[in-house]
Structures are given as structure tokens and as C-alpha cells.
């Protein structure tokens, strides 16, 4: 089964959005892949379900660095050198947002798209193991040189 490559965007569209216009930070983009199951996540990971037009899965993968630079950025600037609830929280609530945005980009294109709360784990040496539906891995750098991972497990679920 393949992914429709047009389906990406909407994904790419709404992290960079949310992440200029929340944590006033400008993501590059680098080169998108696929990735073959199971994969090394980063420490911090946050799964957030799809359904509607479109089931599956989406994977957000950070390291620590980029935890900590994000959720400082959401509280205002404050730093954070761990991940307590407060960080951990704000992670979450940055990709929930990320998603209802990218829900948003979808609908405005005739595709219903519901999300599932986030769930969020920490640890060492995650696995991910996906059956059935490719990966796609969208890399995205931050300004200072940390970087998170997109990894876009969906199918079509339309005709």
C-alpha cells in the first residue's frame, strides 16, 4: 500500500505554521524519506491517532534538546533544562496543535480528518514497529541546530 505523496503537505504546512506563530521559531525542512519498520525513535516521543478520510498514525520524535527548546519557547521563554510535567505538557499541547492545524489544511480540501489525543513517552533506545502502512519521515532543524522528526504513517480511507 502507498501513501499519496500530496497527502504530506498538509503535514509540513501545519508544523511550520504552528511552530512560527507559537514559538516564533522558522523550521527548515530537510530531505523526506521513507523509513522501514521497526526504527530508532528520539527519547521524547508523542503518537497522535488519525481518523476520518484518512487513518493511521502520526509520530513526533525529539531528542532532549529540542524538548527543552521547544517548551521553553512556549512558556514564554522561561528556561527548561528537564522535562517535568509542565514541559512534557507543553510538548503535547504543541502537537495537538500542530495536528488540529494540519486537520484544518485538510478540511479546507474536502478531506474530514479527526485526531486522538496525544500520548506522550519517554525513554531510552524507543522502538517504533508500524505494520502494514509505510512511513514517511519529515525532518525538520530548528534555529539552534536541534532537530525533531514527523514520521507520517497514513492511508487513504475515501474513495
Same mark, same amino acid.
Given at each position: 500500500?502507498?501513501?499519496?505523496?500530496?497527502?504530506?503537505?498538509?503535514?509540513?504546512?501545519?508544523?511550520?505554521?504552528?511552530?512560527?506563530? &507559537?514559538?516564533?521559531?522558522?523550521? *527548515?525542512?530537510?530531505?523526506? /524519506?521513507?523509513?522501514?519498520?521497526?526504527?530508532?525513535?528520539?527519547?521524547?516521543?508523542?503518537?497522535?491517532?488519525?481518523?476520518? !478520510?484518512?487513518?493511521?498514525?502520526?509520530?513526533?520524535?525529539?531528542? *532532549?534538546? =529540542?524538548?527543552?527548546?521547544?517548551?521553553?519557547?512556549?512558556?514564554?521563554?522561561?528556561?527548561?533544562?528537564?522535562? !517535568?510535567?509542565?514541559?512534557?505538557?507543553?510538548?503535547?499541547?504543541?502537537?495537538?496543535?500542530?495536528?488540529?492545524?494540519? =486537520?484544518?489544511?485538510?478540511?479546507? *480540501?474536502?478531506?474530514?480528518?479527526?485526531?486522538?489525543?496525544?500520548?506522550?513517552? &519517554?525513554?531510552?533506545?524507543?522502538?517504533?514497529?508500524?505494520?502494514?502502512?509505510?512511513?514517511?519521515?519529515?525532518?525538520?532543524?530548528?534555529?539552534?541546530?536541534?532537530?525533531?522528526?514527523?514520521?507520517?504513517?497514513?492511508?487513504?480511507? /475515501?474513495?
Amino acid at each position: 500500500m502507498s501513501i499519496n505523496v500530496d497527502l504530506i503537505n498538509p503535514f509540513v504546512q501545519g508544523t511550520q505554521t504552528i511552530l512560527r506563530d &507559537v514559538c516564533k521559531e522558522v523550521p *527548515k525542512l530537510g530531505k523526506v /524519506y521513507l523509513k522501514k519498520s521497526p526504527y530508532a525513535s528520539g527519547s521524547i516521543v508523542v503518537i497522535i491517532g488519525l481518523t476520518g !478520510d484518512i487513518k493511521g498514525q502520526v509520530i513526533f520524535s525529539l531528542d *532532549k534538546q =529540542a524538548a527543552c527548546s521547544i517548551s521553553s519557547k512556549m512558556m514564554m521563554g522561561l528556561a527548561v533544562e528537564e522535562l !517535568d510535567e509542565m514541559a512534557k505538557s507543553a510538548i503535547s499541547e504543541l502537537m495537538n496543535m500542530i495536528l488540529g492545524h494540519t =486537520a484544518t489544511i485538510f478540511y479546507t *480540501k474536502g478531506i474530514f480528518v479527526d485526531i486522538t489525543p496525544p500520548s506522550l513517552f &519517554v525513554g531510552n533506545d524507543i522502538q517504533i514497529s508500524i505494520s502494514k502502512i509505510q512511513t514517511i519521515c519529515i525532518p525538520l532543524h530548528l534555529e539552534d541546530g536541534a532537530m525533531f522528526e514527523i514520521d507520517v504513517a497514513i492511508q487513504e480511507n /475515501y474513495s
